[in-house]
């Protein structure tokens, strides 16, 4: 999506402006070629061209013309896995006395708005612009209409009835308060902290709901224009805590925020005994929650952020000043150091670290071991020795994945506890001051399941990519000098174990090797360059390394041979095609199809925020309707609203994210 210069403004920093920097020779015709003939080839790829391929079945921005909206529902049992990502992603941050999950209490007190349903619904405000009752999406052109929205006090109102099956999940935590005899009430106002103080009084549990939202900067939402102007809890929520907490020694706060937020204000309170992040969890938010507050899914989220203690903690600042035509300076002087890696360098001691998460049970690491991955295959075995020489790999596409798994790092994990559950393992590497890097860098992560006093072995592969920095001088990746400790735990500040390769011992297809003990021990490597960034690339081989417009040259899509069977040859052909397709083009016509800026007029259904293309009539190219993320299906019925996306990579399963995609 090109986009425009100023928005709406319809203008564009490409189009017309292709053609002037191929005419005036600043960028060869040929890769507008190649641009405009990926692009047809992803089209052929996926048999848009032919007649059976469904067509558009509605108009993104005339929802209501029924000429031209079909009303297709796509939901499936989609609700299923929002559902589970919702779960897997809630990180358990606080559990005092094992406060949760919930066992049979006489009496619950739900407190917050956020408990609770919009007052006209979900869908209040265009864009999802605006925040009223339960927090499951932020606001933009890349939300959606949500079909239902699932609170947590839905399920105390009278049977709902859906025909799909879904009632008895929004009658979740009312049948489990009648199956447990328990006392059940709520108060969803935010701002009578005294109304609240008084209702939670000996009440069993009191679940205090708390948010803060987000989204995109053409919509301001109480001055927050996009981005948040603070890191503090939406409605008042600190109050609101502190208010609860101050009459219910078990008070459980459950968070639904886009990002970090400062919980000082309360999160060493005595009486708040525990704390459940839960992000932004999609439409089955209520359902999702409900699950982990009883047990009936052990959390295992991790925070895909750091919490700090105070704002000035994080590397990057809020800037202020300046008028409307103002551009303020932005310097990005932190490089590297990036969130965790940022408090790990400046040795600031966070809230919650990056990767954090607690579970209702514990898990106990052991046995970590190192191995070499052996490779038979001959040809590789110049890049490899050069790599161990301290080269740096190749420069062409595609060479860094030319570094191939080297290392099989091993442990295992016992379960504790008493209960099932899912531990997130988490490799980093500390690499050598010499290279310049921070001082922890993850790696690898995996999810494992283990049953109570069971025991599973867990491996994590390592690439020689993954050991290696980048050289400045011979633009190529290239092993670092002097010694990479290997760090496995449940978080970025979580070291139970580490180990290690030494240079001293033995050797094995590669860098020599000898597995230590799980004392603290590390990765010598020794290289014949310098850190300096002298060392000379080393040669491309031709297989593996492809000119940008080699047919046989893939996009690089994860597992794309499952996607589409035989990918590498449909690749091809359909590369072929768009090639031939394209030789008949004029300049103009080829930006046209590369950037998304048409031609010529197009009328009729699209989907998207950008104009459809077309070359000149008679080119067999029926049009192309640009997208930015789902805006085209936003304002579509019978679409499922998933979680957001730092909620599925804050489950760190993997599973999970390609579930999500997937759908």
Known sequence: MPGDVVFNSNTTYFGSNITDYVNNGTIPESRVDDMATRILAAWYLLKQDSPSYP????????????????????????????????????????????????????????????????????????????????????????????????SVSAFFEPSMSLTDGRSQPLEALQQRARKDRTSVSWFLDDFNLARAGNVVRFKSAALVF??????????????????????????????????????????????HSVGPLIVEPWIDHPNVTAVLWAGLSGQEAGNSITDVIYGDYNPSGRLPYTIA?????????????????????????????????????????????????????????????????????????????????????????????ALWPAYLVTFDIKNTGSRSGIEIPQLYLNMPISAGEPPSILKGFTDIEVAPGKTETVTINLSRYDLSIWDTVAQGWRKPKGTIKFTIGASSRDAPS???????????????????????SSVTATSSSSDSGSAAPIQSPVPGVFPATDPKN?????????????????????????????????????????????????SGRCVGNIPPVEPATGRGWPGLCLEDSPLGVRLADFVTAFPTGINTAATFVSNLWEADLTV
Do not use: C
């Open 55 to 150: 067509k558009v079945n509605f108009d993104a921005f005339l929802t209501d013309n029924e000429a031209t909206n079909e009303h297709i529902d796509v939901q499936d049992d989609h609700y299923k896995i929002v559902r589970e990502i919702g779960a897997a992603s809630t990180v358990l941050l606080k559990n005092v006395k094992n406060a949760l999950p919930l066992k049979k209490p006489r009496s619950i007190v739900l407190v917050g708005s956020d408990a609770g349903p919009g007052k006209i619904g979900p869908n209040e405000f265009g864009d999802q612009g605006g925040q009223d009752g339960i927090l499951a999406m932020g606001w933009g052109s890349g939300t959606s209409n949500f079909t239902y929205l699932v």
């Open 210 to 255: 708390i948010n803060s939202d987000s989204g995109e900067d053409y919509i301001t939402v109480d001055g927050n224009e996009g981005d948040r102007k603070n890191l503090t809890a939406w409605h008042g929520g600190d109050k609101l805590v502190a208010a609860v907490a101050a009459q219910n020694k078990n008070t459980i706060v459950i968070v």
């Open 309 to 401: 203690k105070q704002v000035s903690d994080y590397s990057a600042q809020l800037l202020t000043g300046g008028g409307p035509n103002d551009i303020l300076a932005i310097p990005y002087t932190e490089g590297l150091e990036i969130d965790y890696r940022h408090f790990d360098a400046k040795n600031i001691t966070p809230r919650f670290e990056f990767g954090f998460g607690l579970s209702y049970t514990t898990f106990a690491y052991s046995n970590l071991k190192i191995s070499t991955v052996q490779r038979p295959d001959s040809t590789e075995s110049n890049l490899i020795n050069a790599w161990e020489a301290g080269k740096a790999s190749p420069i062409g596409q595609g060479s860094s994945t």
């Open 498 to 520: 580490s180990t290690g390769l030494e240079t001293s011992t033995g050797t094995s297809s590669g860098i020599p090797v000898s597995i230590t003990s799980l004392a603290s």
């Open 554 to 602: 893939p996009p690089s899509i994860h597992d794309s041979d499952v996607i589409i069977p035989d990918f590498g040859p449909a690749w091809s052909t359909a590369y072929t095609k768009a090639k031939a397709k394209i030789a008949s083009f004029s300049l103009e016509e080829l930006a046209s199809v590369a950037t998304g800026v048409q031609s010529t007029g197009i």
